[in-house]
């Protein structure tokens, strides 16, 4: 059981502390002494000096060598002195209490309560690493998370238990999507609940999401966890443990459906960079330590649905590719790890579009499993290949009009071209409080495309076409 | 903890952890311990391979999650290298990189938590008589209800001599003896250390394709029953698509398909399919001549690291037994990176790009496990590899990539290009190879394809020439060709969408015998030829392109996969059309 007002868990009353500290360098603190001290377990450091900042602070075993112990100290070790500093083992890996008390709660990197509320009770404890999921135990994902964002339900459809990162570059309102996304997504009518886990955001940032995520945190379906450029960086390695340790309880004991969203992803990996620089281990690409990838999967992963259980996990991962390049460890590990992508372009920014999203080069690889006939509905899949096919098309008329001339182009073309801005102003575009509901979103759509001739809409069956037009008469 | 990993010899010597650093751990005071053996750490018997020896002091490396494990926890030596325990119920089953049952797993893998053992019994079917004389690898009898096909109970290599006793038929417990040759004791199951290549009287070289129903391949880049073929590919180009068509439709008789550091959906979606699948050769489910070894991205490391040397094996038990396996290995980057994951963490200088230097000979060792072979039974049989790569920013040039081409006899480029044009499977014609193709020609030429090599020849200069025609094209304008350049781009056009690109999801293309392959080609062909024909006879090429050529490109996807009349009768409807234009 855990206690009261302790998260995370004050020290035990049963454990040492020792004193033998040997070394601090970086976030790195090294005690010679030591007995018994298992590698990955959790700890508490503190200090009997006066005013030397933040008390007590909170760490990870890294390794245990003999009586030595390897500490990542999460808030960092400014202030601390050799001899002044004490550090106690909790005896086990860091487990956080888990339950429905989570939601309508605001919380800092480390889990603790900023909103002025009482300590966050738990229906029982749970590690924050989690245990992996028995792939044998796991069932496919399949049917929609509906953002109410119609660039991302029409053609990037959000599936229940998948993981879909959106890849930004700086610049991109890729923050304000996520809290859209997070403030208004619904799984129908079933039980649903978001978790936003903020990392390495600025204040203006985090306040911005925090007015957008007001409304749904008050209703008690959302936590908010806000680790902010500013706090220590180290805590960014628990922020996202966090956050799906306590969607992991509420999806697969709770029966809900929870959307995890993980923002961003690039400075998380920053953080795990610097405990590796500052470990001396052998940097892989870009110096991200070269087991970047098994870091990031044992977080993506754990979405999914269970075989017999109704509830689920779905992980929206936020990252900014730096300097816009997407073969930068970071989005590519995770482009290998995540089932698809939702891609924000800079130049469709430039036109003035929200939410940029490149639907050609976006894709959510599980969109079979999402949509179509009892998903959604019966044409959104031929619906949406085909928009797609003519936006492909589109984009190689655009090119060809930038050589020879949009006078020179045939009729067909010219529709192309008229298609392809209506497309982004009809279809993309919308207000960043607005939710449309997929009705609306795939009725939009019908109208865009229908701006070219039936003869063009090949991928659609012709009864398709002919009902929608009867329809719309 | 299950027993095929954790149960060790009473009495053995116990040492202590001193050293823990993730999956790698430092003990002392196990004497007399050898490198690959299993040691079982803390209190929990956590398995851990021994991979240095320095003095008192001795490397392993962690097969579960070592958190909580301290300096001062006692080890155990199990006196045994790292070993599968190889029995029935492979077949349909779902197991981990140690081959231990995810079946019989919890739904959270808590390395503390007990998997419950379950007790199996098999039907038994002598097929010696006791006093006989066997040598290693005969075949002492078999179950006949293990899964998709007979499974087959041998002398173990290195033994032979008198058949003391065998079984009468009947059913008997999974860890019942059924035979004993010579004082060794028989059972279903035998165990084999991974690591180790299971012996052979000898390897052969004739040559007799592994069809995998996927036209681009099979036409072009195929690959022969023991060979090996890599599959390096950028995330969204279709690689794991690709891979699990091959496992669903391929020839070969029993599948080992090991997910390795990949995703959890993933493996779920296989299970699904392949659980859906009936089999067009015994009318029962696919999924019984499949063993899926799953060890996703988020479970411990270095069990990712064996997970592929465990699908080898499970595949060598199977082709011993006469049959021809296959593994499909996705993906092998993952492996490299938890061999540099590992190597890092203990210090190793690092070569290329950080991974070990001893990386090349690993891949290369990992691929000469694959061939055909005499059986030490005395029968031909053979292991195939099927390995994924998955290059960091879709770099090729990064080791694995690199290495991995040195060492396939086939080479499947997946490009990048071609993914995003929605061609799929988006194997490049440019940058694949096949060093089995000249020998399979022979091979197709005695056995009623003579047509096979000049098809395949005709087929890489066209869609080369077309590559060639359609960058000028994109200069000048294609209007600007000449007329049979032209026919060559339309060619290009044909052969791309209407035989390399295959429906992954549809019924009818899904997979596609070699039979309808060579009349889809030969279709195009035909057609091809009338256009030259008519370009000769001064007809404008314009005309000819806007034929409507989709009874040709749809083909593929309506008439059945061994449809090589609805193909031919395209074939006859195309021709008129063109004949029209006389």
């Known amino acids: 059981?855990?206690?009261?007002?302790?998260?995370?868990?004050?020290?035990?009353?049963?454990?040492?502390?020792?004193?033998?500290?040997?070394?601090?360098?970086?976030?790195?603190?090294?005690?010679?002494?030591?007995?018994?001290?298992?590698?990955?377990?959790?700890?508490?450091?503190?200090?009997?000096?006066?005013?030397?900042?933040?008390?007590?602070?909170?760490g990870v075993v890294l390794e245990v060598d003999r009586d030595l112990a390897v500490v990542q100290v999460l808030e960092g070790t400014e202030g601390l002195a050799l001899d002044s500093t004490w550090i106690s083992f909790s005896g086990e890996p860091l487990r956080i209490p888990v339950g429905p008390d989570w939601l309508g709660r605001t919380c800092n990197g480390r889990g603790d309560p900023i909103d002025g509320g009482p300590p966050i009770f738990g229906v029982h404890d749970a590690p924050v690493a989690g245990y992996p999921l028995n792939p044998g135990r796991r069932d496919p994902p399949a049917d929609p998370v509906l953002t109410g964002i119609s660039a991302i339900d029409a053609f990037t459809t959000l599936v229940r238990g998948q993981k879909l990162p959106v890849f930004s570059s700086a610049g991109l309102p890729h923050l304000e999507l996520a809290a859209q996304i997070a403030a208004q997504s619904t799984a129908g009518v079933e039980p649903f609940c978001v978790i936003f886990a903020g990392m390495g955001l600025t204040h203006a940032d985090a306040d911005a999401v925090r007015a957008t995520l007001d409304e749904r945190s008050a209703a008690g379906e959302l936590l908010l966890l806000v680790n902010t450029a500013d706090d220590p960086v180290l805590e960014r390695i628990l922020t996202p443990r966090i956050a799906l340790t306590v969607a992991e309880h509420l999806a697969f004991e709770l029966d809900r459906h929870v959307l995890v969203v993980l923002a961003d992803m690039t400075s998380y990996a920053e953080a795990l960079r610097e405990v590796s620089a500052a470990r001396g281990e052998m940097p892989g690409r870009r110096t991200y330590p070269g087991y970047?990838?098994?870091?990031?999967?044992?977080?993506?992963?754990?979405?999914?649905?269970?075989?017999?259980?109704?509830?689920?996990v779905t992980v929206l991962p936020v990252l900014t590719m730096p300097a816009g390049d997407i073969t930068h460890p970071v989005p590519d590990l995770t482009g290998y790890i995540t089932e698809g992508q939702i891609v924000l372009s800079a130049d469709v920014h430039a036109r003035g579009i929200y939410p940029p999203v490149d639907p050609l080069a976006s894709l959510s690889r599980l969109m079979r499993r999402g949509a179509g006939p009892g998903r959604t509905r019966k044409d959104h899949l031929d619906l949406a290949a085909q928009t797609l096919a003519a936006l492909a098309r589109a984009r190689q008329v655009r090119e060809l009009a930038e050589i020879v001339g949009a006078s020179a182009l045939n009729a067909t073309d010219q529709l192309y071209l008229h298609f392809a801005a209506d497309f982004e102003q009809r279809l993309v575009d919308q207000l960043r409080g607005e939710r449309r509901d997929l009705d609306q979103t795939l009725d939009r759509c019908w109208d865009v495309l229908t701006v070219l001739p039936a003869r063009e809409l090949t991928m659609l069956p012709s009864g398709m076409v002919e009902a929608h037009t009867r329809k719309g008469r | 903890m299950d027993s095929r990993v954790a149960a060790g010899p009473a009495g053995a010597p116990a040492g202590r952890v001193i050293r823990v650093n993730g999956p790698l751990v430092e003990i002392e005071g196990l004497a007399g311990v050898a490198m690959s053996e299993l040691v079982g750490l803390g209190t929990q018997g956590l398995p851990a391979e021994v991979v240095a020896i320095r003095g008192r002091s001795v490397s392993v490396q962690a097969y579960e999650y070592t958190g909580g494990l301290a300096a001062g926890q006692p080890v155990t030596a199990w006196g045994r290298p790292l070993s599968a325990q190889l029995g029935p119920e492979l077949l349909g089953g779902i197991f981990d990189g140690l081959l231990r049952p995810l079946g019989a797993a919890p739904t959270w893998l808590d390395p503390s938590a007990r998997r419950s053992e379950t007790h199996r019994t098999w039907n038994w079917q002598p097929m010696l008589t006791e006093g006989v004389t066997v040598s290693e690898g005969a075949v002492l009898g078999a179950v006949p209800d293990a899964g998709g096909l007979d499974y087959r109970v041998l002398v173990p290599p290195g033994v032979s001599g008198r058949l003391d006793r065998i079984a009468a038929a009947g059913t008997y417990a999974a860890e019942d003896p059924v035979a004993a040759v010579a004082g060794c004791l028989v059972g279903f199951s035998t165990q084999w250390p991974v690591r180790r290549a299971r012996p052979v009287r000898e390897r052969i070289y004739t040559e007799e394709p592994l069809l995998t129903g996927q036209r681009v391949l099979d036409a072009l880049f195929p690959l022969a029953l023991g060979s090996s073929a890599g599959v390096p590919g950028g995330f969204g180009t279709g690689k794991t698509m690709l891979l699990q068509q091959i496992a669903k439709w391929c020839t070969a008789d029993v599948i080992v398909y090991v997910g390795c550091g990949e995703r959890g959906n993933e493996m779920a979606d296989v299970l699904t399919d392949l659980a859906d699948l009936v089999d067009p050769r015994t009318g029962r489910r696919l999924a019984e001549r499949t063993v899926i070894i799953a060890n996703t991205s988020n479970m411990p490391i270095m069990a990712r690291e064996t997970s592929i040397y465990t699908g080898v094996t499970v595949a060598e038990h199977f082709r011993d037994m006469g049959y021809h396996a296959i593994v499909i290995a996705d993906s092998t980057s993952r492996w490299a990176e938890a061999l540099r994951e590992f190597s890092s963490r203990s210090g190793a200088l690092p070569a290329e790009e950080g991974y070990p230097a001893a990386l090349p000979s690993a891949l290369a060792a990992f691929y000469e496990r694959a061939g055909r072979v005499v059986t030490l039974g005395g029968v031909e049989a053979s292991v195939t590899i099927i390995g994924a790569v998955s290059p960091p920013g879709g770099d090729v040039t990064e080791p694995v990539t690199a290495h991995t081409q040195r060492f396939v006899r086939a080479l499947w480029n997946l490009d990048h290009e071609l993914a995003y044009a929605r061609h799929y499977p988006a194997v490049a014609w440019s940058g694949s190879f096949s060093r089995d193709a000249e020998q399979l020609g022979v091979w197709y030429s005695r056995n009623g394809d003579p047509e096979w090599v000049g098809r395949r020849a005709r087929l890489t200069s066209l869609l080369a020439e077309a590559d060639r025609l359609g960058d000028l094209a994109d200069l000048v304008g294609a209007g600007s060709l000449p007329g049979h350049?032209?026919?060559?781009?339309?060619?290009?056009?044909?052969?791309?969408?209407?035989?390399?690109?295959?429906?992954?999801?549809?019924?009818?293309?899904?997979?596609?015998?070699?039979?309808?392959?060579?009349?889809?080609?030969?279709?195009?062909?035909?057609?091809?030829?009338?256009?030259?024909?008519?370009?000769?006879?001064?007809?404008?090429?314009?005309?000819?392109?806007?034929?409507?050529?989709?009874?040709?490109?749809?083909?593929?996807?309506?008439?059945?996969?061994?449809?090589?009349?609805?193909?031919?009768?395209?074939?006859?409807?195309?021709?008129?059309?063109?004949?029209?234009?006389?």
């Not at chain 1, 970047?292 to 689920?312: M, N, P, V």
């Not at chain 2, 057609?527 to 090429?541: K, M, Q, T, Y």
């Not at chain 2, 309506?558 to 609805?566: A, L, R, S």
């Open chain 1, 1 to 58: 059981m855990t206690e009261p007002d302790a998260f995370p868990r004050a020290p035990r009353s049963l454990s040492v502390q020792y004193s033998g500290v040997a070394e601090l360098r970086g976030p790195l603190l090294v005690v010679r002494g030591v007995s018994g001290v298992g590698w990955d377990e959790f700890a508490t450091v503190g200090t009997t000096a006066e005013g030397a900042g933040p008390a007590p602070r909170h």
């Open chain 1, 292 to 312: 970047l990838y098994s870091d990031l999967a044992s977080l993506y992963e754990r979405c999914g649905r269970i075989r017999g259980k109704t509830g689920s």
């Open chain 2, 485 to 582: 350049e032209r026919v060559v781009l339309l060619a290009g056009r044909l052969l791309r969408e209407g035989v390399l690109q295959q429906n992954g999801l549809s019924a009818n293309d899904a997979h596609c015998s070699a039979e309808k392959t060579a009349a889809l080609i030969d279709t195009v062909f035909a057609v091809l030829d009338d256009c030259e024909s008519l370009i000769d006879d001064g007809v404008a090429a314009a005309e000819i392109e806007e034929i409507d050529y989709s009874p040709l490109m749809r083909a593929a996807q309506e008439t059945p996969p061994d449809g090589v009349d609805g193909v031919a009768e395209r074939r006859e409807r195309m021709l008129a059309v063109l004949a029209g234009l006389r």
